[in-house]
C-alpha cells in the first residue's frame, strides 16, 4: 500500500505539490490527468525517492521513502517505473536491457537473470526481438521494452509517466494494450496520462490534478460522468 | 691509409635497427603516458563533473595552466627544477610525468563530455531499477558516455603520441632524438626524416584503425 500525506513540493520558489493526500489499495490502478505543470508526473517522482520532498511523507509497504537511511535501492526495486522517453539503454541488446538490473541488482546468475529477461520480452511481444538493439525498434516497441525491463525486478508496483506521450499516434495502442494487460492481472499501477479512454475503462479510480492539487478522484464514472470541480469539467470538455 | 678521422659515414642497413628500437621506446612511453593519463583524466573528469565549485575553483584551473602550457616548456622545466625538491627523475621518467599530466589535463574534458553525454532522464531510469549511483555509472554512464567521446579521446591519444617527440629534448633517445642522431652523422636529413615519419605512421595507423572498427561496430 502506498499512503501520501499532506506532501509539498517545490522546485525553488516553485510550490509544486500544495499538500497531497492519497492512498492507493494493492491491487488498484489510478489513473491521474489532469494539464500539464499540474504535478502529477512530480507525484510520481516523490513515490519511489527520485525527487526529494520538503514537506509530508510517502509511505510504501510501511517504508518512509523520504526518511533519513531509507535504502531507496532497496525500495525502487518494490517500485517499476517507466517514463514518457524510454530510455532503452542503447548499448545492449532488449535481452541484455532487460537482465541488466536482475543480474547487478539483485545479484541473480547471468543465466538466470537471461531467463527472467526472455520471460518478460515474451510478456510483452517482444519474444522474437531478444537480440535486437533498441535502435532497430519502434517508440512502441522501445516501450515494451522499457515495461519489461521494469517488471523484470518483479516490482508490487508500477509507475506510469506518460507512458505513451512521446509516441507517434500509430504506436500508441500497443503500449495502452500491455498496461491494460497488467492491470488485468492484477498489478498495482499509478498511471499518469492524457489517454482518457484508458483512464476511463481500465481505472478503478481517476485523480485529477490542477496547479498542484488533487481537486478530485473518485471512481472513472463519477469523474468522467459527473465530475464536481469546475477545473475537471473544464479539462474533461477540452480534452474530449 | 687516411690520417683524417672520418666523422660522417652514410645511412646503414643497421641504422633501420636503430630507429626501429627508437621507435619501440616512442611507443612504450606513450601507451604508459596515455593509460595512465587517461585513467587520471577520467578521475579528474568525474570530478569536474561532480565536484561542483570545488573542482571548478581548484581543479579546473590547474588542468587549464598544463593544457595552455607549450608542453616542450612543461619538460624543461619540470626536468631542471624538479631536482630542487629532492626529485631527481631520469630523461624518460620526467617524459612519463609530463606527458601523464598533460594527457590527464586533455582526457579531463572529454571525460566530463562524456559523462554528460548520458541525458538525466536515461540515469533516472537506471536509478528507477534499483541501481546504486556506481551501478549507474558504471553499466550505463561508462559504456554510453565512452561510445560518445570515444573518437575525441582516439584523437587525444595520437596526439600525445606524436608529442612524445618532445621529450627528445630531455636526452631521451626516442624516435626523433634517434633521427637527429643519424642526421649529425650521415648528414641525410631526407631520407631519415622520411624514415622517423614512416615509423610514427605505423604506430598511429593501427590505431586509427582499430578505433574506426570498434565504432563501426557500436554504430551497430
Known amino acids: 500500500m502506498i499512503e501520501i500525506r499532506d506532501l509539498h513540493k517545490y522546485f525553488g520558489a516553485l510550490h509544486v505539490l500544495k499538500g497531497i493526500d492519497l492512498d492507493v489499495e494493492k491491487g488498484e490502478v489510478l489513473s491521474v490527468i489532469g494539464a500539464s505543470g499540474s504535478g502529477k508526473s512530480t507525484l510520481l517522482y516523490t513515490i519511489n525517492g527520485l525527487e526529494p520532498v520538503q514537506q509530508g511523507r510517502v509511505v510504501v509497504d510501511g517504508v518512509d521513502v523520504h526518511a533519513k537511511g531509507t535504502d531507496l535501492n532497496k525500495l525502487r526495486q518494490r517500485l517499476g517505473m517507466v517514463f514518457q522517453q524510454w530510455n532503452s539503454f542503447p548499448h545492449l541488446t532488449a535481452l541484455e536491457n532487460v537482465a541488466l538490473a536482475p543480474k547487478i541488482v539483485k545479484g541473480k546468475s547471468k543465466a538466470e537473470a537471461r531467463e527472467i529477461a526472455a520471460a518478460q520480452l515474451k510478456h510483452v511481444g517482444l519474444g522474437d526481438k531478444l537480440n535486437v538493439y533498441p535502435s532497430a525498434l519502434s517508440g512502441g516497441q522501445q516501450q515494451r521494452l522499457a515495461i519489461a525491463r521494469a517488471l523484470a525486478m518483479e516490482p508490487e508496483y508500477m509507475l506510469f509517466d506518460e507512458a505513451t506521450s512521446a509516441l507517434d499516434p500509430e504506436l500508441v495502442g500497443e503500449v495502452l494494450e500491455t498496461m491494460r494487460m497488467l492491470a488485468e492481472e492484477g498489478m498495482t499501477m499509478i498511471c499518469v496520462t492524457h489517454e482518457m479512454g484508458f483512464a476511463r475503462d481500465v481505472s478503478d479510480r481517476v485523480a485529477f490534478f490542477h496547479q498542484g492539487v488533487m481537486e478530485e478522484i473518485g471512481p472513472p464514472s463519477q469523474i468522467f460522468g459527473d465530475p464536481q470541480s469546475e477545473h475537471t469539467q473544464k479539462f474533461l470538455a477540452n480534452a474530449r | ?220
Open chain 2, 1 to 220: 691509409m687516411s690520417d683524417t678521422v672520418s666523422f660522417f659515414s652514410g645511412f646503414a642497413p643497421r641504422d633501420l635497427l636503430f630507429l626501429g628500437e627508437a621507435a619501440l621506446r616512442t611507443m612504450w612511453i606513450s601507451a604508459l603516458s596515455i593509460t595512465m593519463g587517461s585513467l587520471l583524466g577520467a578521475v579528474f573528469g568525474w570530478m569536474l563533473y561532480e565536484g561542483k565549485w570545488v573542482a571548478t575553483l581548484t581543479l579546473a584551473p590547474v588542468l587549464d595552466v598544463f593544457r595552455s602550457v607549450p608542453l616542450i616548456i612543461q619538460l624543461v622545466l619540470f626536468y631542471n627544477f624538479a631536482p630542487i625538491v629532492g626529485l631527481n627523475l631520469d630523461p624518460f621518467a620526467s617524459g612519463v610525468v609530463i606527458l601523464t599530466i598533460y594527457t590527464a589535463a586533455l582526457v579531463a574534458n572529454v571525460a566530463r563530455g562524456g559523462i554528460e553525454a548520458v541525458e538525466p532522464p536515461m540515469r533516472r531510469a537506471a536509478r528507477s531499477l534499483g541501481m546504486s549511483y556506481w551501478q549507474d555509472m558504471r553499466h550505463v554512464v561508462l559504456p554510453i558516455g565512452l561510445r560518445a567521446v570515444f573518437p575525441a579521446w582516439v584523437g587525444v591519444a595520437l596526439g600525445v603520441m606524436k608529442d612524445s617527440a618532445l621529450v627528445s629534448v630531455l636526452g631521451y633517445v626516442e624516435l626523433l632524438k634517434a633521427s637527429q642522431i643519424l642526421i649529425t652523422r650521415t648528414q641525410e636529413p631526407f631520407l631519415i626524416l622520411t624514415i622517423a615519419g614512416a615509423f610514427y605512421f605505423a604506430l598511429s595507423y593501427p590505431i586509427s584503425r582499430y578505433a574506426a572498427k570498434l565504432e563501426q561496430r557500436w554504430a551497430q
